[in-house]
């Protein structure tokens, strides 16, 4: 009877320990850690395919570079030697004419050169204008109703849209107007795409991932230099870069996957969880039937073993603005810390790049030789993300900058020297390329996901506002624009200084959840 009851017990005994579990709560990262794995086929698929948008943006941004050039002139006939200083600006009519013809770019077509050359700046704050308002709006866009990937298609179409529209502009201001339509769209491609891109990843391998997006930039500026080559006309130009962005709309887009970040701070589990399971599927692992999504601050909730009927159910849907970000005062101080770097590092980048396409070298060699020279910086910042951290990695390529731009500023620019200054400026670009690319990584982990985006665009509005101050620096001349580079790359480090370190810590999904864990951490600011 005895060994009769005990053959019965034997095999009941694990099931008491099972029957009352219930369903297990995990954070998006977690579940990545344990059952979905944190960079398989899935996330590496998914990150190409988004980080594809990243070479569009390049596109729309430095086609500026050779649709806006100078072209070369050359003599026709008599009254070609009243010419100042090597230029148009004095000779007589009929006497010159544009190498490649009118067409060959928006200078030449609608003479922007003597009294009117600063149209051709105009025309270049504006687009960095339009960038900036753009980056804004799209980024509050992408954290509410739109979502990353339906902010990502309706910004592509708009790309595809003006860009063509732009090789149809009759005259300078409408040329000038679309312009700032492109930028305003072309504002929110690469936030969205990088938040897109790097939210499905793991904790761990996160940096490396959200510093691998920028090559898709230099890549683009590269293949740029090549589509510049082949279309000489500024029209056509246009026509050629706008493409892509329809290829990428009816091609790429299709494949690409809604963030489950977005989908758990927008009430809806299910279809997150969904996404889960299908990048634990795709990846060759499996995840159980007893988990369930939930917010950070939810899984830090104590269980008593007992779950509320329809607890994976829609729940409402948690939403953020930057007003709540200037409430808190932990998200507040490093808002501000990141608009103020975001900006001087933008100003150090986009200076030092427009000096170094004024060296009067072939512009189509040129533009290919800088977009590859940015990419051993980010390797580099890739490589010792990991191993330093954030911070300290983005206060060294900041000073690292800073102390080439104010070694130029110190040196002559006759003979020789000329040689030294052109090395400081490739080494001060060197740096600050690895800190617009760390800045990035760094911006997203430092915000939770319900107002990510929104930091991010505020963050790249600060850029573009950076890029629109920086040709009022550059044609200063002389020394003057090293000496503002270097004291913007100095402050800049110093300003690194007062943000928290976030390497192999937690992508936090509410505001009350990252403060809750920050707390835990320890001090706001180290």
Same mark, same amino acid.
């Given at each position: ?168 502009? !009759?005259?300078?201001?409408?040329? +000038? ?6 930028? *305003? &769209? %072309? $504002?929110?491609?690469? @936030?969205? =795409? ?8 793991? !904790?761990?391998?996160?940096?490396? +991932? ?6 898709? *930039? &230099? %890549? $683009?500026?590269?293949? @740029?230099? =090549? ?22 709309? *009816? ?276």
């Amino acid at each position: 009877m005895d060994l009769a009851d005990g053959n019965l017990r034997s095999p009941l005994l694990p099931q008491p320990k099972n029957s009352g579990a219930g369903p297990q709560k995990l954070c998006i990262d977690d579940m990545l850690q344990k059952y979905c794995g944190e960079f398989g086929r899935w996330q590496l698929k998914h990150f190409v395919l988004t980080s594809l948008a990243w070479a569009l943006e390049a596109f729309h941004t430095m086609v500026m570079i050779f649709a806006d050039r100078e072209p070369g002139w050359r003599c026709v006939g008599g009254g070609c030697s009243g010419g100042s200083g090597g230029g148009v600006c004095g000779l007589e009519p009929g006497s010159w004419e544009w190498v490649g013809g009118l067409g060959s770019s928006t200078v030449a077509e609608w003479g922007l050169v003597c009294e009117d050359k600063y149209k051709v700046g105009l025309v270049q704050s504006l687009f960095f204008g339009g960038c900036m308002i753009g980056a804004g709006i799209f980024g509050h866009l992408s954290d509410s109703f739109l979502g990353r990937k339906g902010s990502l298609t309706v910004v592509c179409i708009l790309n595809a849209v003006f860009g063509i529209l732009t090789a149809f502009a !009759p005259d300078y201001w409408t040329y +000038a107007l679309l312009r700032l339509l492109t930028g *305003f &769209s %072309t $504002g929110g491609v690469g @936030l969205c =795409a990088f938040v897109l891109a790097t939210e499905p990843v793991g !904790p761990s391998k996160r940096g490396i +991932a959200g510093m691998s997006t920028f090559y898709f *930039f &230099s %890549t $683009g500026i590269a293949l @740029l230099s =090549a589509i510049a080559y082949l279309f000489k006309s500024w029209r056509s130009l246009y026509v050629a870069t706008s493409i892509p962005s329809l290829l990428f709309l *009816f091609v790429i887009v299709p494949f690409v996957s809604e963030s489950p970040r977005w989908f758990l701070i927008r009430g809806k589990p299910n279809e997150a969880l969904k996404i889960m399971r299908e990048i634990a599927k795709y990846n060759g692992r499996s995840l159980p039937d007893n988990v369930m999504l939930a917010l950070d601050e939810e899984t830090k909730e104590p269980t008593n073993g007992e779950q509320k009927k329809g607890e994976n159910e829609a729940k409402q849907a948690i939403s953020g603005s930057l007003i709540d970000v200037v409430r808190s005062r932990l998200m507040r101080v490093r808002l501000f810390l990141s608009v103020a770097i975001n900006f001087l590092c933008s100003v150090v980048y986009y200076g030092l790049s427009l000096n170094v396409v004024n060296l009067g070298t072939n512009l189509y060699l040129n533009v290919f030789l800088n977009s590859v020279a940015e990419m051993p910086a980010f390797l580099l910042t890739a490589i010792l993300l990991d191993r330093f951290g954030r911070k300290p990695l983005a206060i060294g390529t900041l000073w690292f900058s800073g102390f080439f731009c104010v070694l130029g500023c110190l040196v002559g620019g006759d003979g020789p020297w000329k040689v030294v200054r052109m090395v400081c400026g490739i080494l001060g670009i060197f740096g600050m390329a690895g800190t617009y690319n760390l800045l990035f990584i760094y911006t997203v982990e430092l915000f939770p996901t319900v107002v990510r985006n929104a930091a991010l665009g505020c963050a790249s509005q600060a850029a573009q506002m950076g890029a629109i101050f920086t040709p009022f620096v550059v044609v200063l001349g002389g020394r003057l624009p090293f000496a503002v580079f270097g004291v913007c790359g100095v402050v800049g480090g110093l300003l690194a200084f007062c943000l928290p370190e976030t390497l192999n810590k937690p992508l936090y999904d509410t505001m009350g959840g990252m403060e809750g864990g920050e707390n835990a951490f320890g001090p706001l600011l180290v």
